[in-house]
């Protein structure tokens, strides 16, 4: 049932609000303001030697985001490859590791090659899963569930946001186990989960601006997207969401890597998206984006108040999202790119549920 949605994806993002909470309230205990994890654990966090994560498309790019959180916030060397490459290369895993499979549907089978592949090496095998009757589910010896309820569209949308809100909890978890954290730092970041189904909300109202800025980008033939840090997967994420739903070639891209290459690009017709919110890395990447805008690009800024406020002239559009910790960005952020895929994809008329040559669980390796 689409609700008042035209398609299964809308309603998705919409739900987000709701999903991010009902994921919460698994990981938080709400009277303490603590995180705590009700998953029983064949190891501890504070023994792991390294965790290796493995994932394909939108569940990879989650795990991106998860690296810079267990490596910032827990101290615990993180290695993460999607998990087509990551079998065949065979890696020697140290002793002691933690490999860690995200997946929405369960099925995914190059994802279930990896773990196997990891279960036969001896590391521990914890999965990352919506679908909580499946396969990769089965052969985990722990399961963190991601709870946003049955996911219809073929593109990702509320499950990357609870793959998050999952992953930012337990990255808490390790940092407590590992002494990585101060107490008063992780009240702090357990704040700014608590304030996340209000922050998306206030993200989601962008929409109408959105629909105007997705009716140029559907005349666009390429569209890069740009991000530093743990904006960087965020890029990626929203030029998949583009390609797959609109069939238009985008590609993410590192900001700090513009310039080694693919600046070469850059003319009127190239719209350029950049996701900066206002923290310690927004600096840099608003002078790459400037590059961008002195070669002529046309640049859709995503940031805050406090963002816009620092940028000079040549941004074509911005689009506002509410000012956050900069731990929780990544999730808000995601909400402007989500809607920007989609509104384009109506644009131009495409099957933004069924998108040509896909499928929603892909069990082929
Ligand atoms: O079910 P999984 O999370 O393992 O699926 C992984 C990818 O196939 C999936 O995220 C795919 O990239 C989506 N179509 C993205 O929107």
């Known amino acids: 049932d689409k609700g008042n949605h035209r398609h299964f994806m809308a309603k998705e993002i919409y739900e987000q609000p709701e999903t991010i909470s009902h994921t919460l309230s698994h990981y938080l205990d709400m009277a303490s303001g603590t995180v705590s994890l009700r998953e029983d654990l064949p190891f501890d966090f504070d023994d792991l030697s390294r965790m290796t994560i493995s994932a394909c498309g939108t569940a990879y790019y989650a795990g991106c985001v998860g690296k810079y959180w267990f490596e910032r916030h827990a101290r615990l060397p993180v290695d993460i490859d999607v998990a087509s490459e990551f079998r065949y290369r065979e890696p ?15 099925e995914t089978a190059d994802t279930l090659a990896a773990l196997r592949y990891c279960a036969g090496q001896g590391q521990h095998i914890a999965s990352l899963i919506n ?66 189904p209000s922050a998306v909300s206030q993200a ?43 069939y238009i070639h985008a590609e993410g891209y590192a900001a700090g890597e513009l310039k080694h290459g ?24 608003l002078s790459n984006m400037q590059e961008v805008a002195a070669r002529g690009g046309r640049i859709i800024l995503i940031t805050d108040e406090e963002g816009a406020r620092t940028v000079g002239h040549g941004v074509a559009e911005t689009i506002l999202m509410p000012k956050v910790d ?4 990544p999730i808000v952020a995601t909400v402007p790119v989500q809607l920007l895929a989609y509104h384009t994809a109506v644009a131009m008329g495409t099957d933004v549920d069924q998108p040509r040559n896909l499928a929603k669980s892909v069990t082929v390796e």
């Open 92 to 106: 020697p895993l140290e002793k002691n590791g933690l490999s860690l499979f995200i997946s929405q549907s369960g």
């Open 131 to 196: 679908t909580l009757e499946s396969t990769i589910a089965r052969e985990s010896q722990v399961v963190f569930p991601i709870l946003c309820g049955p996911e219809i569209g073929v593109a990702s949308t509320k499950a990357f946001t609870a793959q998050l809100v999952s992953l930012a909890s337990i990255a808490i978890a390790a940092g407590r186990a590992r002494g990585a954290l101060t107490p008063q730092v992780e009240r702090g970041l357990v704040e700014a989960l608590i304030g996340l």
């Open 204 to 246: 989601l109202a962008a929409e109408e601006q959105i629909v105007e800025i997705a009716r140029h980008l559907s005349r666009a033939k390429d569209v890069l997207y740009l991000g530093r840090g743990p904006m960087f997967p965020i890029a990626m994420e929203g030029a998949l969401k583009l390609k797959e739903i609109s």
């Open 262 to 285: 693919p600046i070469a690009l850059i003319d009127e017709d190239m719209p350029v998206i950049v996701v900066a919110p206002s923290d310690e890395l927004a600096e840099k990447t």
């Open 326 to 329: 900069s731990f929780v960005s």
